[in-house]
T-cell receptor, first 113, second 117 residues
């Protein structure tokens, strides 16, 4: 069974640009959660999607958005990039949304210059 | 609100020695507790979890943790450290999932474990 796949693995963007990150969950998993990891703030929850609906949201500005498609693949978008958005973005998938069965992808490392 | 405190951002132990990584949590309701490991440039891998039931939880790679409600602790231990255990370890807490959605994981700040040959 394939694991959680995040693309791309590495990304360099310029301040002010926008970026889209992709997460393909494990087959059969319907919940996808996104986390941001930075040296200063650690791991912080962004949002969770289940069956194409956002069910839970963290404390991030509106520049951070996401969506989920009917095949459970999810994308997150960050608009008007700031230097502080440089981070490792991790997604986790689970069958129904329970953390006890969540599997993380390898992450996308975003660098904003 | 829930929170997690990991004591010691860096821990060094000799190969073969006991590994003890400390985690204390704060939660107004019975928590779910997790330990994850992260290797360089990798995602998070679940080591073990506590939901309900037996308070001593065994995980992968010889790790175990004990849920102590009276001490609000969930410390991670391994009897004998191996070089391959060198990584960063994160303790996390969440509520039980509800009908309204998945409860987010709240992570500690992490403990970097170094193994001395």
């Amino acid at each position: 069974k394939a694991g959680v796949t995040q693309t791309p693995r590495y990304l360099i963007k310029t301040r002010g640009q926008q970026v889209t990150l992709s997460c393909s969950p494990i087959s059969g998993h319907r919940s996808v959660s996104w986390y941001q990891q930075t040296p200063g703030q650690g791991l912080q929850f962004l949002f969770e999607y289940f069956s194409e609906t956002q069910r839970n949201k963290g404390n991030f500005p509106g520049r951070f958005s996401g969506r989920q498609f009917s095949n459970s693949r999810s994308e997150m978008n960050v608009s008007t990039l700031e230097l502080g958005d440089s981070a490792l973005y991790l997604c986790a998938s689970s069958p129904w949304g329970g953390n006890t069965e969540a599997f993380f992808g390898q992450g996308t490392r975003l660098t904003v210059v | 609100a829930q929170s997690v405190t990991q004591l010691g951002s860096h821990v060094s132990v000799s190969e073969g020695a006991l590994v003890l990584l400390r985690c204390n949590y704060s939660s107004s309701v019975p928590p779910y507790l997790f330990w994850y490991v992260q290797y360089p440039n990798q995602g998070l891998q679940l080591l073990l979890k506590y939901t309900t039931g037996a308070t001593l939880v065994k995980g992968i790679n010889g790790f175990e943790a004990e849920f102590k409600k009276s001490e609000t602790s969930f410390h991670l231990t391994k009897p004998s450290a191996h070089m391959s255990d060198a990584a960063e370890y994160f303790c996390a807490v969440s509520l039980a999932p509800s009908n309204f959605g998945n409860e987010k994981l709240t992570f500690g700040t992490g403990t970097r474990l170094t193994i001395i040959p």
